[in-house]
């Protein structure tokens, strides 16, 4: 494949959106109108090539983001498909780190959900220019008209149709270009046809809806502005020159619309994408790279069995071949890039170089990790922050076979180098292996992985609730530590008070505060009662969990001239805190989740009445085209086993997503139940 020369022709964009809404297949469409490919797979026949994983074939979504291209009018087209759900968003924002453009894509019947807002959010920090497209118009209760109000009310009023439909659900029938005042027909899977006049019978919407666009359009360019004002009737070029300079400087976000699975709305998404997305060139990505000649951003890293470790980048400053050496600044490794791939799903092409702005990877860099920049010679760069989310759900892991615990931890690390928001770590009460994620089904499909990838069987064991404490008072507490054992002894003794800090339940840790005056403790012990406390710390007298949230002053305290050691400072500091911390009114906070459940209308009231039952605070309810949407606020511990509970209350028909939101205090009843089990298993492990 010839390469791209020239930045100026790259549009690079970031197919996003809530889980299930069209973005793959909508990918897949756009490459089959493109011409990159000569037949429209389908999600069914797990014949995308955007979802070309057996693990995403099994479960019928996206896991990963998938990095494709395709030509179209002389540009190159770089598209990340990304992953909807809320398990595997690491994808999605990375992905967002290295394009100029996010393609938002929402359900025609649906609107705007959970996900579309954050993924709005996310893209409108980068300062990203914005698409949307509503799909699914050819659905049961698709409506295009609501959508737009609901994308204009909850994502920006900025937003203005570009597309409109012509006819509704499964009467569709194609839809109209307000841009270059064309149509297109409906071509039920196959290529789409050339533009068509616009039917004579949508001429007043069109006309009222070609006026809303122009309005916005002029309204950000005063010299088209004037020439509209003079009555002239714009040439398309010029409308889509300011729309372009308006998409760039984030002052409109164009709607448009089709039906994916039908290849419906393809022709002029794709003159949109070129006409409305700025090149590199235009608006180019705001990660730094010194005085680099070359340098590349890796983004994303796929954990291959065969090829290895495959590293996907963005050049930042280039061009770069295979032949070019880079180094990376955080390992100070020197790396030959060697062959460029261009992905496109399971069959990869290479290509010779990449200019400024391209999309590509390379296998088998030896230590480059997901976030690395890598630049010609040294210089001091800050690598871009990626603000992936934290993990909070755990479960202990094991494997099914003696003896595969070093295989099993392996092939962990591979993942989790693959997805930085899986991670595995020991804990150091239980001594299990703990792997942690986003939710339970991006869990799941690790241990899939590591026996698809890397062949190891293993088990998880029910998930673990990472509870917190904390204390509500201040308390004061002093404990010598003494022994006489002939020879030298030991000697250390402190006095500590311990009080909450602000915004203990959730943000603030521990501060040590040394208060010592007259020198009664010497400087160099000091440093010991601390190291004590924190160790005691690390598992509260509640539950054994994390204590956090508190302030320790070291107020007085002596020491001994010949017995006094670290060590003896470091039990008296511990012991110390324990008892101050029994006096302070510990509690136990719980993580809090923020949970959305789409049910079929007859399955509210069983929803409701479960989510209740699990403590859970409903916080709203909306009709989301035939099915209601309940958002609740519900206790991590409570949901652990929500998806066979819904699978049963709504025959299947159900649908949820959760993510962590805060920590709480756990209610009294509920926590005395959690100490007292703590009690009897550390007694139990005792015996
Ligand atoms: N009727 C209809 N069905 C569609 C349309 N687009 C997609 N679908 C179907 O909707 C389902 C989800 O499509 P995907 O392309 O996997 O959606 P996605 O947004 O990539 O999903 P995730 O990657 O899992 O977030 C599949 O069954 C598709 O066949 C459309 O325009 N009309
Ligand atoms: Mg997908």
Redesign the pocket.
């Known amino acids: 494949m010839p390469a791209v020369t020239e930045p100026g022709k790259i549009r690079n964009i970031a197919v996003v959106?809530?889980?299930?809404?069209?973005?793959?297949?909508?990918?897949?469409a756009l490459l089959f109108q493109a011409g990159k490919t000569n037949r429209l797979g389908?999600?069914?026949q797990g014949t995308?090539v955007?979802?070309w994983d057996d693990d995403e074939h099994k479960r019928?979504?996206?896991l990963s983001g998938a990095q494709l291209s395709a030509d179209w009018h002389d540009r190159k087209i770089n598209l990340v498909?990304?992953?909807?759900?809320a398990g595997f968003q690491a994808d999605t924002y990375a992905a967002l780190r290295v394009v100029e453009g996010a393609l938002v894509?929402v359900s025609a019947v649906m609107g705007v959900e959970v996900n579309t807002t954050r993924v709005w959010k996310r893209a409108e920090e980068y300062e990203l220019s914005r698409l949307v497209f509503v799909?699914?118009?050819?659905?049961e209760r698709a409506d295009f008209f609501r959508v737009l109000d609901a994308v204009r009310a909850q994502l920006s009023d900025r937003c203005v149709a570009i597309q409109l439909p012509i006819g509704a659900e499964h009467e569709l029938q194609g839809v109209v270009d307000l841009l270059h005042m064309c149509a297109y027909l409906d071509p039920s899977g196959g290529k789409e046809g050339g533009p068509q006049p616009i039917p004579d019978e949508l001429a007043g919407q069109v006309q009222e809806y070609r006026e809303k666009l122009l309005d916005a359009v002029v309204e950000t360019d005063e010299d088209l502005m004037a020439r509209y004002l003079d009555g002239e009737d714009l040439p398309a070029e010029d409308v889509a020159h300011a729309l372009k300079d308006a998409v760039t400087r984030d002052e409109l976000y164009p709607v448009a619309c089709?039906?994916?699975?039908?290849n419906l709305g393809t022709t002029a998404l794709l003159d949109l994408l070129v006409e409305g997305v700025p090149s590199p060139t235009k608006k180019g990505a705001t990660i730094e790279f010194g005085d680099a000649k070359q340098a590349v951003f890796v983004y994303k890293t796929i954990a291959d069995p065969f090829a290895g470790r495959i590293s996907c980048f963005r050049v930042l400053a280039g061009p770069v071949t295979g032949d070019t050496t880079l180094v990376d600044p955080r390992t100070h490794a020197k790396e030959r890039l060697g062959q460029i791939l261009l992905l496109n799903g399971k069959e990869n092409a290479s290509v010779e170089s990449l200019c400024v702005g391209d999309l590509g990877a390379v296998a088998k860099l030896k230590d480059v990790v997901t976030g690395d920049v890598l630049v010609d010679h040294e210089v001091p760069v800050e690598p871009p922050h990626i603000d992936f989310p934290e993990p909070v759900m755990s479960f202990a892991i094991t494997p099914k076979a003696k003896g595969d615990e070093e295989k099993m931890a392996t092939g962990l690390r591979r993942l989790s180098e693959e997805d930085p928001t899986l991670s595995l770590r020991r804990d150091q009460q239980t001594g299990e292996q703990l792997l942690s994620g986003l939710t339970q089904m991006q869990v799941e499909v690790a241990v899939d992985r590591l026996h698809s990838r890397f062949h190891v069987d293993v088990e998880l064991h029910p998930p673990r609730v990472p509870y917190k404490e904390t204390i509500r008072k201040e308390a004061r507490a002093r404990h010598r530590y003494k022994k006489q054992t002939g020879g030298r002894g030991q000697f250390g003794d402190c006095e500590i008070v311990i009080e909450p800090m602000e915004n203990g339940d959730d943000g603030a840790t521990y501060e040590f505060v040394d208060k010592i005056v007259g020198g009664v403790i010497s400087q160099s012990y000091r440093p010991a009662v601390d190291k004590g406390v924190r160790e005691a710390m690390e598992h509260g007298e509640l539950a054994g969990a994390p204590v956090y949230g508190i302030r320790v002053k070291l107020v007085d305290g002596m020491e001994h001239s010949v017995d006094s050691s670290e060590m003896a400072f470091k039990i008296a500091g511990s012991m110390a805190f324990k008892e101050a911390y029994q006096k302070a009114d510990p509690v136990l906070l719980e993580p809090i989740m923020e949970l959305e459940v789409t049910v079929p209308d007859d399955a509210v009231g069983a929803v409701n009445g479960d989510l209740n039952s699990r403590r859970g605070r409903l916080q709203g309810m909306e009709p989301a085209g035939g099915m209601t949407a309940i958002r609740a606020e519900v206790p991590m511990a409570e949901i652990l086993t929500y998806s066979q509970a819904l699978t049963s209350m709504t025959g299947g028909r159900g649908d949820y997503h959760m993510s962590f939101l805060r920590y709480e205090e756990v209610p009294t009843h509920v926590a005395q139940r959690i100490i007292e089990q703590t009690k009897k298993e550390r007694e139990e492990a005792r015996a």
Not at 258 to 262: D, F, L, N, R, S
């Open positions: 959106g809530h889980r299930g809404v069209g973005k793959t297949s909508l990918v897949e389908t999600i069914e995308t955007a979802d019928q979504m996206s498909d990304c992953p909807g759900d894509v799909n699914m118009l050819d659905r089709g039906v994916a699975t039908k």
